[in-house]
């Protein structure tokens, strides 16, 4: 469980439809000079481009060139009986051995042809996702303290499997699919350093010790990694390239949300509880708002993003317009009913107002207008769901991923 830290009573959390305030969203389908977009290749131009630069400089900040990956293989064998293949990759995220690097886990069912993979990152390191003895034990520094066997930062034998109720890797292979993991701490620690460790350091400019107002947050970076897990996944000839789906629960939530708006070799893009920064209307404030966000976690969003605490409706942009950059690829959003801290209706209505988008785009878009019962999946290319329960991953989650993947995205 992760802590949802409180600071006193003076930001009150907004938890009743009718104490919200009035709002008027952005129109994804108006451009800042006032241009009604009406064409796809207007959307493409004129619209995304401008969309994806605004949510750049003002929300997650703009993120560097990447340079070219390297990676060096640590281990291989059989898992699951001989069912896949357990691969474990050094993947150096400038190229360089001496520079950052992150350790992908991929587990690979063995098959005659190409198979679509799940990448998604963990929070607790790879080995906290299986029982599997073979998975190397992380040296990287861990954010739970003496807590599910994390001992001055750092991952011990007894933390193998802590999360392991939220990765049914033996299932999702069973039905297909691979899964590539890796520990989100590798590419950026989850604290407030002034970006002193993690990737950013490795990509300032001469002089530079901290990321401007508009530059990369750690959600960024944690999408930039995400995006050098792909550069390593486009090289496996085993991988099908146009069936590489990302996924990430909460604040990863909102990482594979902007991890798919920016690198198109998404083809699918999963939001499990994502809330505030992720898929729930910013403007609702309804739950977590964007004051307490960024009081909470300063390092997620860039400096910028602090110009919206209880200023939503100056933002130039809201989240169901994060949604309409993944247009027309399939996206599914999760929603768990006893999670109101993300705002599941702000999370569903954000699939909503995307769907004109989609829909110019010549797609099915959201295919209902009201929120569905627990448990029934809307699976348009637009996906919704919401399940009774708390925040968190479960096995019904993951079948609703893979039932969403298997119709959404067929092979070529
Ligand atoms: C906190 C935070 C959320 C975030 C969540 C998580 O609850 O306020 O924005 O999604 O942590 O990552 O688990």
């Not at 050098?228 to 991988?239: C, G, N």
């Not at 960024?294 to 169901?320: G, T």
């Not at 109101?340 to 999370?347: L, M, V, Y």
Request: hydrophobic share 40%; charged share 25%.
């Amino acid at each position: 469980v992760l802590a949802m830290p409180l600071f006193g009573q003076e930001i009150k959390v907004l938890y009743d439809e009718a104490e919200l305030p009035q709002f008027t969203l952005p129109d994804p389908l108006v451009a800042a000079d006032g241009t009604k977009i009406t064409s796809a290749e207007a959307w493409r131009k004129i619209r995304r481009p401008e969309l994806l630069a605004m949510f750049e400089a003002e929300v997650y900040g703009k993120s560097p060139s990447p340079q070219k990956i390297s990676s060096r293989v640590l281990s291989e064998g059989d898992a699951f009986g001989g069912k896949a293949t357990r691969r474990q990759v050094r993947i150096f995220l400038t190229g360089e051995e001496a520079g950052p690097h992150t350790d992908l886990l991929l587990y690979l069912p063995k098959s005659g042809s190409p198979v679509p993979v799940v990448a998604a990152l963990n929070f607790k390191g790879n080995h906290s996702t299986s029982d599997d003895p073979e998975i190397l034990l992380p040296k990287s520094w861990m954010r739970a303290n003496d807590a599910d066997g994390i001992k001055n930062h750092t991952a011990t034998e007894k933390s193998r499997g802590a999360a392991k109720s939220r990765w049914p890797i033996e299932r999702i292979v069973d039905r297909g699919y691979a899964v590539a993991t890796a520990y989100y701490g590798d590419i950026d620690p989850d604290f407030d350093d002034q970006f002193q460790n993690g990737v950013h350091a490795a990509f300032y400019a001469e002089g530079q010790t901290k990321p401007a107002a508009d530059e990369w947050g750690s959600i960024a970076a944690w999408a930039f990694g995400l995006s050098r897990i792909v550069d390593y996944l486009e090289q496996q000839d085993a991988i099908d390239h146009d069936r590489m789906i990302v996924m990430g629960h909460s604040r990863l939530g909102k990482t594979s949300l902007w991890a798919g708006a920016t690198d198109e070799r998404f083809a699918l893009v999963i939001s499990n509880n994502s809330g505030c920064g992720g898929a729930a209307l910013s403007r609702r404030r309804f739950g977590e708002s964007v004051r307490r966000i960024n009081k909470s976690f300063p390092h997620w969003f860039c400096d910028n993003f602090v110009k919206y605490d209880d200023n939503e409706d100056a933002c130039p942009v809201d989240q169901h317009e994060l949604i309409a950059l993944i247009a027309p690829r399939p996206v599914l959003i999760c929603s768990a009913e006893e999670d109101r801290w993300a705002d599941p209706h702000g999370e569903f209505l954000a699939g909503l107002y995307a769907d004109p988008v989609y829909r110019l785009l010549g797609t099915d878009g959201l295919a209902v207008e009201e929120m569905p019962p627990l448990d029934q999946l809307v699976n348009s290319r637009i996906g919704y769901r919401i399940r009774p329960g708390k925040h968190d991953v479960t096995l019904s989650d993951w079948e609703a991923y893979l039932d969403f993947a298997d119709k959404q995205l067929t092979s070529k």
